[in-house]
């Protein structure tokens, strides 16, 4: 999820993306579950697979969580990198065609190289509720083929911008081949740069089969990852991916999945 003010590259002044008030009403909605959306939860598409070798860690036995970050890559990314690589930790990213993916296809390589998942969250950060199809399959397909032309995959997952789906996105999903992600940690970190808040928060929500949501667009995120990650290990968390959490179940296209 991208919030309502984002800072262009190139001017570094925020901009309004959609009113405060109506970003802070579909956040609300998209993690209550009012939004009236059937969503699957990890342990639903776990419990629904045969037996199989997968990943690594038996999400089923461990005390699973994912790290997912929207909206990059961006300048923070190659730092936020290092430290998972430093710490073995892998992550989902959900990355943005315009100003991003264009601009950092390094990043996305090394991204893919490195074991994470790379995922769509849209060309250009456009409400899918708002769209026609056409114009939904457009903001979905431009980044899959960019994602697919720079690491050798098309991707799998993607991730609604505020968190808006609705039966149109869930149709054209599924004709795309790819399943919808939300979350249930959100340390909105848009709103600060204080990172000792942002592991806070984070901390505050976590629990078994998460799916903590960041940004490493916004300054303060990455630099409060190393504590999040040590201490939700010294809880007793795996770090997984979104795929990794979910197996030996797979994503199903047109579905919506959270904890």
């Known amino acids: 999820m991208l919030s309502p003010t984002k800072k262009t590259k190139k001017t570094g002044t925020p901009f309004r993306a959609a009113g405060t008030f109506s970003a802070a009403v579909a956040l609300a909605l998209a993690l209550t579950g009012c939004a009236g959306h059937d969503t699957t939860a990890p342990s639903s598409a776990r419990a629904a697979a045969a037996q199989a070798r997968f990943g690594t860690a038996d999400c ?3 005390k ?13 990314s190659a730092r936020l990198l290092d430290i998972l690589k430093e710490r073995q930790v892998p ?5 943005l065609g315009k100003r991003h993916i264009e601009k950092y296809p390094e990043l996305v390589r090394r991204m893919a190289d490195e074991g994470h998942e790379v995922a769509s969250h849209t060309w250009d950060h456009k ?7 056409a114009e939904i399959r457009e903001e979905l397909e431009r980044p899959n083929k960019e994602i697919e032309r ?3 995959r ?10 808006r789906t609705d039966d149109t996105v869930h149709d054209v ?14 340390a909105k970190d848009y709103t600060t740069n204080d990172s000792a808040l942002i592991q ?7 629990s078994r089969d998460g799916i903590i949501l960041l940004h490493d667009i916004y300054d303060g995120t990455v630099p409060a990852v190393p504590g999040i990650i040590d201490a939700l290990r010294e809880r007793g968390y795996v770090f997984v991916t979104v795929p990794q959490l979910l197996a030996p179940g797979k994503a199903e296209p047109g579905k919506v999945y959270r904890p």
Do not use: H, Y
């Not at 699973?64 to 923070?76: K, V």
């Not at 992550?91 to 990355?95: D, G, I, K, N, S």
């Not at 098309?154 to 968190?163: F, N, S, V």
């Not at 806070?200 to 976590?206: F, G, I």
């Open 173 to 186: 999903c599924r004709e795309l081949g790819m399943a919808e992600v939300l979350w249930s940690v959100t």
């Open 60 to 62: 089923r036995q461990a």
């Open 200 to 206: 806070k928060r984070v901390l505050a929500q976590a």
């Open 64 to 76: 699973c969580i994912a790290l997912t970050f929207d909206a990059g890559p961006s300048e923070n």
């Open 91 to 95: 992550a989902t990213f959900f990355l």
């Open 154 to 163: 098309r991707p799998t997952l993607m991730r609604p911008p505020q968190g």
């Open 127 to 133: 409400i899918l509720t708002r769209l026609k199809p």
């Open 150 to 152: 720079l690491t050798g």
